[in-house]
């Protein structure tokens, strides 16, 4: 896999690919436009942070590339990939549980806070990716 150079897009498959950890500056793309729905992008080195309609869906600090991006209100998968560990934030519905799989491996359950934040710690590193997913209980 490899960096989105275009920073965010539509895949062949219908899911939604962003990010791009390798850049040293913030660099961002607004308007995009994605099942009905606007999305913003602001990526680089330290932080990858996506918006749609004007509201937070997902953050990583440091950045990181994001592939394979689906979501829906029972659950979301994802495939992420960086050049450090990195904290993921999603934004999902509030105070509910959820089943947390990276690379396929339950891992347990995690609550939202009252803002709906989901807080994942992922390893990574020298190309290592790691599939999320996230499905509600």
């Known amino acids: 896999m490899a960096v989105i150079e275009e920073l965010i897009r539509e ?28 999305y913003k992008i602001k990526t680089f080195n330290e932080i990858t942070k996506l918006e749609r309609n004007g509201s937070f869906v997902y953050e990583s ?12 209100d029972k659950e979301v998968d994802l495939v992420v990939e960086g050049i450090k560990d990195s904290q993921v934030t999603l934004e999902l519905e509030a105070e509910k549980e959820y089943k ?23 390893e990574l590193g020298d190309g290592k990716k790691v599939e999320i997913h996230i499905e509600k209980v």
Do not use: Q
């Not at 799989?101 to 992922?122: C, E, P, R, S, W």
């Open 100 to 122: 947390i799989h990276l690379d396929k491996i339950y891992v347990g359950k995690m609550k939202t806070n009252l803002g709906g934040k989901l807080n994942i710690n992922v």
């Open 61 to 72: 600090v440091p950045g990181t590339t994001v592939h394979d991006f689906r979501s829906t």
């Open 11 to 38: 895949e062949e498959t219908g899911a939604l690919s962003f990010g791009n950890y390798e850049l040293a500056t913030k660099t961002k793309k607004d308007g995009f436009e994605y099942n009905g729905d606007l």
